[in-house]
C-alpha cells in the first residue's frame, strides 16, 4: 500500500492505496465517526485480493495522519460537505471508476455521495450507516461519551488520532446531541442513488435500528440488497469479517458479471 498526503481544497488527506490491478476499480474505504483508515486492518487488502479490485483508504479531516479539524462546531449539514470533498479528491487523484464502502457516518457519506456524483460511482456498500436521527442512536453517542469520561478510551484513541482526540470526540457527540440536528434527514437524496446498493446491518446494532436499512432501500432508484446479520452489533466487517467479506466478494462479483 502507497502512503502520502495529498491536498484537497486547502486540507492536507492522509491516504493509502493499493492499485495493481490495472482497468479495476477502485473500493474507496470511509471510517466511522471515532476511526481512521488503520482501524479497518487487514480487511481491505482481504477485499482486494478477493474481488481483484484496487484499494483507497483515506482519513477523513481531523482524524489519523490527515490535518486537524479547525473546530468541533460542525453544520448540520456536515456529512454532505464531506462527500464533496470525497468527489474533489477522487477528481485530484483522476479515480472515476468507484464502489464505496462506508461504515457508520461512513455509510452515510458515501450514500451521499452516490447520489451527488453518480457519473463516478458504480456500486455502494453501506454498513451500518444513518439517513435520520433515532433515539438508539443517541443513547449510543451518551454512551460512548460516558465511556469517554470514566475509562481509558481517550487514551485508546490517541493512539490512532494524537493530540486531535478530544476535537474530534466532541465533534461527534455534541453535533449529534444538539437540538437542531434531530431533525436531519437525508431521505430526500435517496431517489438519485441509480447505481447498485448493498446496505449491512447487525440487528443488535446499538447505534440504529432495521429502519435505517428498510427505508433505504425502499427509496433508491437502483437495484438494492440489504443483508442484516444475527446478533451484529455496530460493527459487523470485525464482528464477522470473513462473513461480510463473503457477502461483499459476492456483491461486487455479480455487478461486473453482469456487465
Same mark, same amino acid.
Request: charged content about 25%; glycine content about 6%; aromatic content about 12%.
Given at each position: 500500500?502507497?502512503?502520502?498526503?495529498?491536498?484537497?481544497?486547502? &486540507?492536507?488527506?492522509?491516504?493509502?492505496?493499493?492499485?495493481?490491478?490495472?482497468? /479495476?476499480?477502485?473500493?474507496?474505504?470511509?471510517?466511522?465517526?471515532?476511526?481512521?483508515?488503520?482501524? #479497518?486492518?487487514?480487511?481491505?487488502?482481504?477485499?482486494?485480493?478477493?474481488?481483484?479490485?484496487?484499494?483507497?483508504?483515506?482519513?477523513?479531516?481531523?482524524?489519523?495522519?490527515?490535518?486537524?479539524?479547525?473546530? %468541533?462546531?460542525?453544520?448540520?449539514?456536515?456529512?454532505?460537505?464531506?462527500?464533496?470533498?470525497?468527489?474533489?479528491?477522487?477528481?485530484?487523484?483522476?479515480?472515476?471508476?468507484?464502489?464505496?464502502?462506508?461504515?457508520?457516518?461512513?455509510? @452515510?457519506?458515501?450514500?451521499? !455521495?452516490?447520489?451527488?456524483?453518480?457519473?463516478?460511482? /458504480?456500486?455502494?456498500?453501506?454498513?451500518?450507516? %444513518?439517513?435520520?436521527?433515532?433515539?438508539?442512536?443517541?443513547?449510543?453517542?451518551?454512551?460512548?461519551?460516558?465511556?469517554?469520561?470514566? @475509562?481509558?478510551?481517550?487514551?485508546?484513541?490517541?493512539?490512532?488520532?494524537?493530540?486531535?482526540?478530544?476535537?474530534?470526540?466532541?465533534? #461527534? !457527540?455534541? !453535533? #449529534?446531541?444538539?437540538?437542531?440536528?434531530?431533525?436531519?434527514?437525508?431521505?430526500?437524496?435517496?431517489?438519485?442513488? &441509480?447505481?447498485?446498493?448493498?446496505?449491512?446491518?447487525?440487528?443488535?446494532?446499538?447505534?440504529?435500528?432495521?429502519?435505517?436499512?428498510?427505508?433505504?432501500?425502499?427509496?433508491?432508484?437502483?437495484?438494492?440488497? /440489504?443483508?442484516?446479520?444475527?446478533?451484529?452489533?455496530?460493527?459487523?466487517?470485525?464482528?464477522?469479517?470473513?462473513?461480510?467479506?463473503?457477502?461483499?466478494?459476492?456483491?461486487?462479483?455479480?455487478?461486473?458479471?453482469?456487465?
Amino acid at each position: 500500500m502507497e502512503e502520502r498526503i495529498i491536498e484537497v481544497r486547502n &486540507q492536507k488527506l492522509y491516504i493509502t492505496y493499493n492499485n495493481t490491478f490495472e482497468g /479495476k476499480p477502485v473500493i474507496i474505504f470511509l471510517h466511522d465517526s471515532l476511526g481512521c483508515a488503520q482501524l #479497518w486492518r487487514d480487511f481491505p487488502l482481504k477485499l482486494s485480493e478477493m474481488t481483484e479490485c484496487n484499494v483507497l483508504l483515506y482519513d477523513r479531516l481531523g482524524y489519523g495522519k490527515s490535518g486537524p479539524m479547525l473546530t %468541533h462546531e460542525r453544520p448540520v449539514n456536515y456529512m454532505e460537505l464531506e462527500a464533496d470533498l470525497l468527489n474533489d479528491l477522487l477528481t485530484e487523484l483522476n479515480i472515476d471508476n468507484v464502489i464505496l464502502f462506508g461504515h457508520s457516518d461512513g455509510g @452515510t457519506i458515501v450514500l451521499i !455521495t452516490a447520489a451527488k456524483y453518480p457519473e463516478k460511482i /458504480k456500486a455502494v456498500i453501506c454498513e451500518a450507516g %444513518h439517513i435520520f436521527v433515532e433515539d438508539v442512536t443517541l443513547k449510543g453517542v451518551y454512551d460512548a461519551w460516558d465511556a469517554y469520561k470514566t @475509562t481509558s478510551l481517550p487514551e485508546r484513541l490517541a493512539k490512532y488520532h494524537g493530540d486531535k482526540v478530544e476535537v474530534l470526540f466532541r465533534a #461527534w !457527540t455534541e !453535533t #449529534w446531541t444538539r437540538e437542531d440536528y434531530r431533525s436531519w434527514n437525508i431521505e430526500y437524496l435517496l431517489k438519485d442513488i &441509480q447505481c447498485p446498493l448493498f446496505f449491512i446491518q447487525g440487528d443488535a446494532d446499538e447505534y440504529g435500528t432495521l429502519d435505517q436499512v428498510e427505508k433505504t432501500v425502499s427509496q433508491v432508484s437502483g437495484a438494492a440488497e /440489504k443483508f442484516i446479520i444475527q446478533e451484529a452489533g455496530h460493527t459487523p466487517h470485525k464482528e464477522f469479517p470473513e462473513l461480510v467479506l463473503g457477502k461483499v466478494s459476492e456483491f461486487i462479483g455479480k455487478i461486473y458479471s453482469s456487465k
